[in-house]
C-alpha cells in the first residue's frame, strides 16, 4: 500500500530540521504529504566546518534561491606540516592560481566550495520545507513506539501517530535507539575546538596528523573561522584533551589572533568497513538519514552532501510506502564510497608522519588537481590511489622517500626530492 493512502489522515514525522531532515520534509511536503518536523532548537550554529560543494548547492538552489544564505567562497585549501613549517596549496577555484592575491572572492553560487553560517544554512532549508508546506513542532521527542499500523511519538507537546518516521537527529539519535541500536564509541568520532569570532577568510587550512588519526582544520565562514580536531572517541583522548591541543595549534600557527574564542563539542559518526556493511537504516514505518544514519566521510568527516541525498530518498521511499528502497538506494549509491574511504583512511593519515603529501602537493600540480577535485567534491575515492598512481610526481616523491636518493625520470633528465 503506497503511503499517499494514509497520509490524508496522519502525518509523515521527521524528527530533526538539519539538512537531512528539512530536505526530506521539502521534498514530502512538495510531494502532497502532510509533514511535520520535530525539532525544538533549530536552526542552530554546528561545530563542522560547514563546507557546501558546488553540487550539494545546485541540489537545494531552486529550494533556497531567494533566501538569503551568508557563505564565504573558499578559493583554496592549504596543507600544513607544524613540525617542519611546509605547506602546500591546493587551488579550488579552477580560474585561481597559486600566489594569486586575497581580493574578493567570486560569488558563492560560482564557487567549487563555499562554507557557510550552518545557523544560517539549516534556516534557509528549514523555511524552504515550511514554504513547501510541512509544520515545525518546536519540541522534543521523548519516546517512540513502532506499531504495525502506525508510529507512536511521544513528546513535550503531546502525542501523535504517523504513518511513516524519519529519524534524522543527529549522531546520537533517538530514532536510531529506539528502533535499530545506538552508535558504538568506536563508530564515532569527536569533533572538538572552537569558533573564532571577528575573523574570516577565503582559505581553508588543515594539518593532517597520525596520532591521533585525524586533522586539524581552520574552515573560513562569513563572520568567524571554524577552528577544531576530529578524532575517533575509542583513541583515548578526551574532548578537553583535544580542545587543548587546538588551542596550542591556533597559537603556533597564530591563524586567529585577536579573536574572541567560543569552545565547542560535537559526535561525528565515522563507521568503519564492518559497520557500514552492518548499518541499519531502515524497517517497517521507518528510515534514518544523514548523520543518524552514520553517512559521514571517514576522512573528511563531511556530511551535507550525504545528508541531503539521503533526505531526497527517504522521502520518496516513504510516499510509496517502502522504506526498503530507501535503504537498497543508500547500499548501491552512497555505502561503497563511504567504504572506500573507510578503507583508504589509515594510509592517508599516515601520510601526515612521513611529510609525503606535503611533499607531493608541493611538487606536483597532477597531485593538487587530484586532491583539489576530492576537497571540492567533483571526485570521489573510486580510482582515487590509482589517479595518484598514475601522476609521475607522486611515484618519484614516493621513490625518494625511500631510497633517499637521485631519480631517473628519463633518458638524460633527473630529478631530486
Given at each position: 500500500?503506497s503511503?499517499s493512502t494514509?497520509?490524508?489522515?496522519?502525518?509523515?514525522?521527521v524528527?530533526?530540521?538539519?539538512?537531512?531532515?528539512?530536505?526530506?520534509?521539502?521534498?514530502?511536503?512538495?510531494?502532497g504529504a502532510?509533514v511535520?518536523?520535530?525539532?525544538?532548537t533549530?536552526?542552530?550554529?554546528?561545530p563542522?566546518g560547514?563546507?557546501?560543494t558546488?553540487?550539494?548547492l545546485a541540489l537545494?538552489?531552486?529550494?533556497?534561491g531567494?533566501?538569503?544564505?551568508?557563505?564565504?567562497?573558499?578559493r583554496?585549501?592549504?596543507?600544513?606540516?607544524?613540525g617542519?613549517?611546509r605547506?602546500?596549496?591546493?587551488?579550488?577555484?579552477?580560474?585561481?592560481?597559486?600566489?594569486?592575491?586575497?581580493?574578493?572572492?567570486r560569488?558563492?553560487?560560482?564557487?567549487?566550495?563555499?562554507v557557510?553560517?550552518?545557523?544560517?544554512?539549516?534556516e534557509?532549508?528549514?523555511e524552504a520545507?515550511?514554504?513547501?508546506?510541512?509544520t515545525?513542532a518546536?519540541?522534543?521527542?521523548t519516546?517512540?513506539?513502532?506499531?504495525?499500523?502506525?508510529?507512536?511519538?511521544e513528546?513535550?507537546?503531546?502525542?501523535?501517530?504517523?504513518?511513516?518516521?524519519i529519524g534524522?537527529?543527529?549522531?546520537?539519535?533517538?530514532?536510531?535507539?529506539?528502533?535499530?541500536?545506538?552508535?558504538?564509541?568506536?563508530?564515532?568520532?569527536?569533533?572538538t575546538g572552537?569558533?573564532?569570532?571577528?575573523?574570516t577568510?577565503?582559505?581553508?587550512?588543515?594539518?593532517?596528523?597520525?596520532?591521533?588519526p585525524?586533522?586539524?582544520?581552520?574552515?573560513?565562514?562569513?563572520?568567524h573561522l571554524?577552528?577544531?580536531?576530529?578524532?575517533?572517541?575509542?583513541?583515548g583522548l578526551?574532548?578537553a584533551?583535544?580542545?587543548?591541543?587546538?588551542?596550542?595549534?591556533?597559537r603556533?600557527?597564530?591563524?586567529?589572533?585577536g579573536?574572541?574564542l567560543?569552545p565547542?563539542s560535537?559526535?561525528?559518526?565515522s563507521?568503519g568497513?564492518?559497520?557500514?556493511?552492518?548499518?541499519e537504516?531502515?524497517g517497517?514505518?521507518?528510515?534514518v538519514v544523514?548523520?543518524?544514519?552514520?553517512?559521514?566521510?571517514p576522512?573528511?568527516?563531511e556530511?551535507i552532501?550525504?545528508a541531503?541525498?539521503?533526505?531526497?530518498?527517504?522521502?520518496?521511499?516513504a510516499m510509496?510506502?517502502?522504506a526498503?528502497?530507501?535503504?537498497?538506494r543508500?547500499?548501491?549509491?552512497?555505502l561503497?564510497e563511504?567504504?572506500r574511504?573507510?578503507?583508504?583512511?589509515?594510509?592517508?593519515?599516515?601520510?601526515?608522519?612521513?611529510?609525503?603529501?606535503?611533499?607531493?602537493?608541493?611538487?606536483?600540480?597532477?597531485?593538487?588537481?587530484?586532491?583539489?577535485d576530492?576537497?571540492?567534491?567533483?571526485r570521489?575515492?573510486?580510482?582515487l590511489?590509482?589517479?595518484?598512481?598514475?601522476?609521475?610526481e607522486?611515484?618519484l616523491?614516493?621513490?625518494a622517500?625511500v631510497s633517499?636518493?637521485?631519480?631517473?625520470?628519463?633518458?638524460?633528465?633527473?630529478?631530486?626530492?
Amino acid at each position: 500500500m503506497s503511503l499517499s493512502t494514509v497520509i490524508n489522515s496522519i502525518d509523515v514525522a521527521v524528527v530533526g530540521a538539519g539538512p537531512a531532515g528539512s530536505w526530506a520534509a521539502y521534498n514530502l511536503a512538495r510531494s502532497g504529504a502532510r509533514v511535520t518536523i520535530y525539532d525544538p532548537t533549530h536552526p542552530r550554529e554546528k561545530p563542522c566546518g560547514g563546507g557546501i560543494t558546488a553540487r550539494a548547492l545546485a541540489l537545494v538552489g531552486g529550494a533556497i534561491g531567494d533566501l538569503d544564505v551568508p557563505a564565504a567562497s573558499i578559493r583554496r585549501a592549504r596543507f600544513v606540516d607544524s613540525g617542519t613549517g611546509r605547506s602546500a596549496v591546493v587551488p579550488l577555484d579552477p580560474f585561481d592560481t597559486l600566489g594569486a592575491d586575497d581580493g574578493p572572492s567570486r560569488r558563492a553560487g560560482a564557487a567549487a566550495l563555499v562554507v557557510a553560517s550552518r545557523a544560517a544554512f539549516d534556516e534557509a532549508l528549514l523555511e524552504a520545507a515550511r514554504r513547501a508546506g510541512a509544520t515545525l513542532a518546536a519540541a522534543r521527542i521523548t519516546n517512540i513506539a513502532v506499531d504495525p499500523g502506525c508510529v507512536r511519538i511521544e513528546s513535550t507537546s503531546g502525542f501523535v501517530r504517523a504513518g511513516f518516521l524519519i529519524g534524522a537527529d543527529g549522531a546520537n539519535s533517538l530514532v536510531r535507539r529506539r528502533v535499530a541500536r545506538p552508535f558504538r564509541r568506536d563508530e564515532l568520532s569527536i569533533a572538538t575546538g572552537y569558533f573564532a569570532h571577528g575573523i574570516t577568510s577565503n582559505e581553508i587550512v588543515i594539518e593532517l596528523t597520525d596520532d591521533p588519526p585525524g586533522y586539524i582544520w581552520s574552515f573560513p565562514r562569513p563572520t568567524h573561522l571554524a577552528i577544531g580536531i576530529c578524532a575517533q572517541a575509542d583513541a583515548g583522548l578526551t574532548a578537553a584533551a583535544l580542545r587543548a591541543r587546538t588551542a596550542a595549534w591556533i597559537r603556533h600557527t597564530r591563524i586567529a589572533e585577536g579573536a574572541r574564542l567560543e569552545p565547542y563539542s560535537w559526535p561525528v559518526p565515522s563507521l568503519g568497513v564492518g559497520s557500514l556493511r552492518r548499518v541499519e537504516l531502515a524497517g517497517t514505518r521507518w528510515c534514518v538519514v544523514g548523520d543518524a544514519a552514520g553517512l559521514v566521510d571517514p576522512i573528511t568527516r563531511e556530511g551535507i552532501s550525504f545528508a541531503l541525498a539521503s533526505g531526497a530518498w527517504a522521502a520518496e521511499a516513504a510516499m510509496a510506502g517502502d522504506a526498503s528502497q530507501y535503504a537498497a538506494r543508500v547500499r548501491a549509491d552512497l555505502l561503497p564510497e563511504l567504504a572506500r574511504a573507510a578503507r583508504l583512511k589509515a594510509g592517508f593519515f599516515r601520510l601526515a608522519s612521513t611529510g609525503l603529501l606535503i611533499r607531493a602537493l608541493g611538487c606536483s600540480s597532477a597531485v593538487r588537481d587530484v586532491l583539489a577535485d576530492l576537497v571540492a567534491g567533483r571526485r570521489g575515492y573510486a580510482g582515487l590511489r590509482w589517479q595518484l598512481l598514475k601522476t609521475l610526481e607522486w611515484r618519484l616523491a614516493w621513490e625518494a622517500l625511500v631510497s633517499g636518493t637521485r631519480i631517473r625520470r628519463g633518458p638524460g633528465h633527473e630529478h631530486r626530492v
